[in-house]
């Protein structure tokens, strides 16, 4: 292992990064599982707490964990040079990402907000082929418009409101759906020189400083001795699984494949969605359930059997325990 702020110069992009193993598609189902839970657990969880409060508790539990986790295994801090980017990566993936998401959801419904979802692949391809990140085309292109449509299919957009306060929250909504694309794809190059652990939890770090003030009023107005223990599980539950573990699980993910195959899996939430309302609240499915997986199980078939064509790297410089 490197000492503290050296690195050992690694080839940037890891053979894996090719097509994804079984191992990185099984993971990237893992990541979408524990996303679909925060859906579910923060149902019951903002019955009790305000929305903001929900999104410092996140960050208050999942950053110090993932800065240990990364000191432990890498044992390096980024250049300051990189410090500029993570920063970038915390306020769009961990700051904006949630805080748009919270308040789009404040004007609009979940299912607007559900049938707005399906964007994330189509903006980070674009955002990738604009930034010169990853070409994307081809097979794997029409991947990501099959299962975008699979998800359209069991989310039904002509259940999208159009109401004008609802307006306001879709845009909303797109916008968060925008930032976190953009934070899938900027990780990429990032990946090439600062250990994965590393920069997820630096990400946090930097999420962190600017989630917290925002937070900080509701935090301080919260009646904690209040909960009841199933909400107080809730919020540990979200801290640790939804986002401590599937953000770094995620991140591994988007070193060995890429931003378009990682964003594509997004379109497994309201499958996943469906079968827990299914095995849970007893609710059949119809025919557009059907439909609609086999698009999304066609389509991340496609994406995940197309070789990633990225743009050519600079040389890395990142630990030998980035693996």
Not at 61 to 77: E, S, Y
Not at 86 to 102: D, E
Not at 150 to 174: K, M, Y
Not at 272 to 294: K, N, S, Y
Request: hydrophobic residues 55%.
């Amino acid at each position: 292992m490197s000492e503290p702020g050296r690195a050992t110069l690694l080839p940037a992009n890891p053979p894996a990064a090719a097509t994804p193993a079984l191992r990185v598609l099984s993971a990237l189902f893992l990541v979408q599982l524990c996303f679909s839970s925060l859906h579910v657990v923060g149902k019951l969880v903002l019955a009790h707490l305000p929305p903001l409060a929900l999104a410092g508790t996140r960050v208050l539990i999942a950053t110090p964990i993932l800065l240990a986790l990364a000191w432990r295994h890498d044992r390096c801090v980024p250049a300051r040079a990189d410090w500029p980017r993570l920063a970038l990566l915390g306020a769009l993936g961990i700051f904006v990402n949630q805080t748009l998401f919270l308040f789009g959801l404040s004007f609009t419904s979940a299912t607007s907000a559900g049938v707005l979802m399906p964007s994330i692949p189509v903006f980070t391809a674009g955002a990738a082929a604009l930034l010169g990140i990853e070409r994307v085309a081809g097979a794997r292109l029409a991947g990501i418009a099959l299962a975008a449509a699979g998800a359209l299919v069991l989310l039904d957009p002509t259940r999208l409101d159009t109401s004008s306060r609802a307006t306001l929250g879709n845009l909303l909504v797109l916008s968060n759906c925008l930032s976190y694309a953009l934070f899938l794809v900027l990780q990429r190059p990032l990946l090439a020189r600062v250990p994965w652990r590393t920069l997820i939890a630096w990400s946090f770090l930097f999420g962190s400083l600017l989630t917290l003030p925002a937070a900080a009023p509701a935090l301080a107005a919260a009646d904690w001795r209040a909960l009841p223990a199933s909400a107080l599980g809730g919020i540990l539950w979200i801290g640790l699984v939804p986002t401590a573990f599937a953000f770094a699980l995620n991140t591994w993910a988007v070193r060995r494949s890429s931003p378009a195959v990682v964003a594509a899996f997004t379109t497994l939430q309201p499958v996943l969605t469906t079968g827990l309302a299914f095995a849970l609240l007893g609710e059949r499915p119809g025919w557009q359930h059907a439909a609609g997986f086999v698009l999304i199980v066609a389509g991340l078939a496609l994406v995940a059997s197309t070789r990633t064509r990225s743009a050519p790297p600079g040389p890395a410089s990142i630990t030998p325990s980035d693996r």
